[in-house]
């Protein structure tokens, strides 16, 4: 059982570059999210998903678009990077919903954009 | 400005010492949680609380939830080396689970 599986681990990028972070799980899970990590700021919400076909906007979505298009999967796309996104992201999932469920984290894709 | 607030934000401490760790916020939530992350991995869930005043137990670790569901504490009794970690609050707000800044905690031998 692979869990939530992020790619890549590592990526460089020059600002205005476009990139798509991938995000899999296999749990059947209906609710995905997209945070990012900051130092001193813990984790913000970027944007998630209910299930396949509906997507919303968390805390901090400016600069990302996502789709789902399947139950496994949720890309994060970045379409011209800038230097303020910067970050590790993590892409998590759940049964359903955020509310008193267990959210399952991938291992991180560290950002840095030059 | 974060919606919970989780003090300190660093807290050093010898082995054997106890500790608390604090998650506070004005608004009210149906319930809470307390993950755990090292470094170079994501979050790890510990425990979800649900009912105000409700509180429980993983080993040497003790979750209180307040009663007015605003509010949160972690007590770690006899700390140990492996407790160190970065230790994140969050709650469900709508739909989505929003996260303190977190406590790192080192523990030393």
């Known amino acids: 059982n692979a869990g939530v599986t992020q790619t890549p681990k590592f990526q460089v990028l020059k600002t205005g570059q476009s990139m798509t972070l991938q995000c899999a799980q296999d749990m059947n899970h209906e609710y995905m999210s997209w945070y990012r990590q900051d130092p001193g700021m813990g984790l913000r919400l970027i944007h998630y998903s209910v299930g396949a076909g509906i997507t919303d906007q968390g805390e901090v979505p400016n600069g990302y678009n996502v789709s789902r298009s399947t139950t496994e999967d949720f890309p994060l796309r970045l379409l011209s990077a800038a230097p303020s996104q910067t970050s590790v992201y993590f892409c998590?999932?759940?049964?359903?919903?955020?509310?008193?469920?267990?959210?399952?984290f991938g291992e991180g894709s560290w950002l840095t954009v030059v | 400005t974060q919606l919970l607030e989780q003090s300190p934000q660093f807290l050093s401490i010898q082995e054997g010492e106890n500790l608390t760790v604090y998650c506070n916020s004005s608004s009210v939530f149906s319930s809470l949680q307390w993950y755990r992350q090292e470094p170079g991995e994501g979050p790890v869930l510990l425990v979800t609380v649900v009912t105000g005043g409700e509180v429980k137990k993983l080993k040497r670790l003790t979750f209180q939830f307040g009663d007015a569901r605003k509010d949160s504490s972690l007590h770690i009794t006899a700390a140990q080396t492996g407790d160190t970690g970065l230790y994140l609050c969050a709650g469900d707000y709508g739909n989505k689970l929003v996260f303190g800044a977190g406590t790192i905690l080192r523990v030393k031998s």
């Open positions: 998590a999932s759940s049964y359903e919903g955020a509310a008193g469920n267990t959210i399952y």
